[in-house]
């Protein structure tokens, strides 16, 4: 089982251009939510998808938007990049069913320059 | 909304100390509680959870007991190691797998 899988590993962009972050789940799991990870911060949830819509969505501007695909993978996009993105992108996959652990890849680390 | 407040570090203690971190929730409902632990340049893993009130979590040496009377989750260890140098992350979660985290506490254990 290769657990959660995010690509890139790390990715530098200059201000104004748009990010595409990719994210395989975990074997089995149908839910993945996107969380942002300032340096020195706790991750800060974005939204996460089940049945490929956005079921619940934390205080992240419309510029962070993403999809969720049949096979249960899913990419988060950011347009118009500010300095303010930089940070660790975190993935983490889990069964639809409510306080179920949640499994979370290495992340993405985003620079903006 | 939900918040969890953990204490500030960085944490540095000898190996083989003892390991409190201070944990406390704002939470409706009945939320459930982790532990998730961040190695440098890793992703977060799960150390322990507990889904109820009263429940203790347990793993590699790390317990937290939760307690509703006094919206705590703490984390202790009885003897750290240089092993456990890493960010630690007290979350909860009210519903639909969101997780809401604390700012992190780093633990630094020296020889």
């Known amino acids: 089982d290769a657990g959660v899988t995010q690509s890139p590993t790390h990715l530098i962009k200059t201000r104004g251009q748009q990010v595409t972050l990719r994210c395989s789940p975990k074997?089995?799991?149908?839910?993945v939510s996107w969380y942002q990870q300032a340096l020195g911060q706790g991750p800060q949830f974005i939204f996460q998808?089940?049945?490929?819509?956005?079921?619940q969505r934390g205080n992240f501007p419309d510029r962070f938007s993403g999809h969720q695909f049949p096979n249960y993978s899913s990419e988060l996009n950011v347009n118009a990049l500010l300095l303010g993105d930089s940070a660790l992108y975190l993935c983490?996959?889990?069964?639809?069913?409510?306080?179920?652990?949640?499994?979370f890849g290495q992340g993405t680390r985003l620079t903006v320059v | 909304g939900n918040s969890v407040t953990q204490m500030e570090g960085p944490v540095t203690l000898s190996e083989e100390a003892f390991l409190t971190i201070n944990c406390t929730y704002t939470?409706?409902?009945?939320?459930?509680l982790f532990w998730y632990v961040q190695y440098p340049g890793e992703g977060l893993q799960l150390l322990l959870k507990?889904?109820?009130?009263?429940d203790k979590g347990s793993n590699k040496g790390f317990e937290a007991t939760y307690r509703k009377e006094t919206t705590s989750f703490h984390l202790e260890k009885g003897s750290v190691q240089v092993s456990d140098s890493a960010v630690y992350f007290c979350?909860?979660?009210?519903?639909?797998?969101?997780?809401?985290f604390g700012t992190g506490t780093q633990l630094k254990v020296e020889l």
């Open positions: 983490a996959s889990s069964f639809v069913l409510v306080n179920t652990e949640a499994f």
């Open positions: 074997s089995g799991h149908d839910t």
């Open positions: 998808y089940y049945e490929e819509e956005e079921r």
């Open positions: 939470a409706t409902g009945y939320p459930s």
């Open positions: 507990a889904t109820k009130a009263d």
């Open positions: 979350a909860l979660t009210g519903g639909g797998n969101k997780l809401t």
